[in-house]
């Protein structure tokens, strides 16, 4: 264990860049990639100069697509619509791509059907968070956490590249991506949707992910990127979904912002408000609601980072400030929100802020620079010139498929854990009992944001072209050699010659994910059937390979005493396949393909150690930031201490 556990540590000192650069002290300037143009800027104060108040406003909203028909995108002269979770065409989870850009469509052509004296076209957003991942029949690649243990900028831009052109099959131009949260409690439900403890790694991949899904916003396979969420939504107390973070400025700027830096220098032309609060308490300065802080939103990020892109809010985030409601929110405003996302409620919010307008509660000096913002990023990204359906992408399912850049992926987000006795690689000419929930479960490897909002409701029916753990094992040893059984019982074990576990978590997102401030990080005690099966195969003479699914790292110090190895894969997505690519020789027994990933998130040693982070004057993880066993290491993990103590 001590050699294992030093070479953790080392993996840590080198991963910590982020600890150790010089800390800023004031909040940076940055110069984006996507400049000014005066033609541009001379058409936008032309647009807005020619618009009434109603159609500032309507500019300003962004219903929810089962909410607004296309009839009343042109009525109200709406500015934006998005797609939110488990929502998509005719309430179809199975909708083509065509059906798709036929709704884009019908909702771009209503915006340009308007009496403005110059039509502005609407723009549709859409969370893809791990590939173009609302959309049936799109390649799934694994979750952020995923990719951040693959440490490699150059994988991530591939993908961006590839996610937007899957989402221009569909007719949007615009996602809600990527994610730059730093996080500080992996108690948190969002922790898989972070790249990183390591904030300086979050810098590296928000540039690469933002260059490939914007480009220069001037090619057929570019959509706009989306910076989120603004800030500090990583470090809520006790990783509380849309809690307050108690953070200093330092901390603010120095963790909390990285990925913010790097993003807004790559162009990112939309910022997403945050649902968190952020308390400074070594200041004594309580800021409330992000969606309410003029400090960030207008004096930092429009100010001094030098954003002139637009900021949206998040899913009725503004009814979360003090005084404001679902319709009403005069404070997120004037606070410099440009974009409102109001769901459902956006007739009254339309009313209600034109009213606000005219009794000088909101200044229309603010309505006009929101919406010249949200004009200005349209311009950009060429939306006047041509509709949905005339981006050569547009309707081709085939668009939204990458399988071997997946494949590449899952191969290089898994991290080698324990490798006891060099079990690993195994052999393929042996007979291989595979046990575990999540072999044969594609709903379980691809978490949550898939298809639906939770991930929950999916079969494995529902992703035509995915492929399970299972089906890469069997691939890779022959189907007469392969056993496969959930729970392991009634099964002889000593028919086999190797055993793999498929275990993990089951898909979630946002707060529903949330693992209670006295719950503990222990992955057996919220999956007992996960202990069972390790427990019915491990001790019967043959080697154990587990491979945990996860969005976050976990106590498991008893299923790692039942294994001879153990594999971290996170949430590959739909390419199971990736998996046994790396697990098994080839068929001349030399190595097929590596162990590469390193931890990007520290692996506790105990339940309650839910906050542990590089650099903490306190850190003491069971495997440590950057920790990753190859093949050829000697380094061993051996028996582990365990507990199952309360936490408090």
Known sequence: MSKSVQCGLVGAMLMMTGANAAQLTEWPSITSAIGRDAQIEARVAQIVAGMTLAQKVGQMTQPEIQFITPEQVSQYYIGSVLNGGSSWP?????????????????????????????????????????????????????????LGAAHDAQLVGQIGVATARAVRAIGINWVFAPTLAVVRDDRWGRTYESFSEDGALVKTYASAYVSGFQGDLKQDGNVIATAKHFMGDGGTFQGKDQGETRASLTEMMNIHGQGYYSALEAGVQTVMASFNSWNDTSAGINHGK?????????????????????????????AQVPGCSNSSCPQAINAGIDLVMVPEDWKAFIANTIKQVQSGEIPMARIDDAVSRIIRVK????????????NPYAGKAEVMQDKALARQAVRQSLVLLKNDGGVLPLARNQKILVVGKSADNVSNQTGGWTLTWQGTENTNSDFPYADTI???????????????????????????????AVIGEKPYAEFMGDIAPNGTMQHSSRYPEDLAVLQAVSGKGKPVVTVLLSGRPVYANDLLNLSDSFVAAWLPGSEGKGVADVLFRK???????????????????????????AGDADYAPLFALGYGLKYGSSATVGKLEENSSACK
């Not at 469509?105 to 969370?127: F, L």
């Not at 311009?379 to 005339?390: C, D, H, V, Y």
Request: charged content about 20%; overall charge neutral; some cysteine.
């Open 379 to 390: 311009l950009r990204a060429g939306m006047f010139e041509r509709k949905p359906s005339q």
């Open 587 to 613: 068929a001349d027994g030399k190595v097929d393909h590596p162990f590469s990933g390193t931890l990007s998130f520290s692996w506790p040693k105990s339940p309650c150690q839910a906050r542990i982070n």
């Open 470 to 500: 299972l089906s890469g094992i069997v691939e890779a040893v022959d189907k007469a050699h392969v056993t496969y059984s959930v729970d392991a019982k009634g099964v002889d074990i000593s028919r086999y010659d190797a055993v793999i």
């Open 290 to 318: 992000m969606h309410g802080n003029k400090m960030m939103l207008t004096d930092v990020l429009k100010g001094k980072l030098g954003f002139d892109g637009f900021v949206v809010s998040d899913w009725n985030g503004h």
């Open 90 to 146: 005719g309430k179809n989870k199975h909708a083509t791509p065509a059906e798709w850009v036929a709704l884009a469509d019908r909702y771009y052509d209503a915006s340009m059907s308007t009496d403005s004296a110059v039509k502005v076209p609407v723009i549709w957003g859409i969370d893809a968070i791990h590939g173009n991942s609302a959309v049936y029949g799109a390649t799934l690649y694994p979750h952020n956490i995923g």
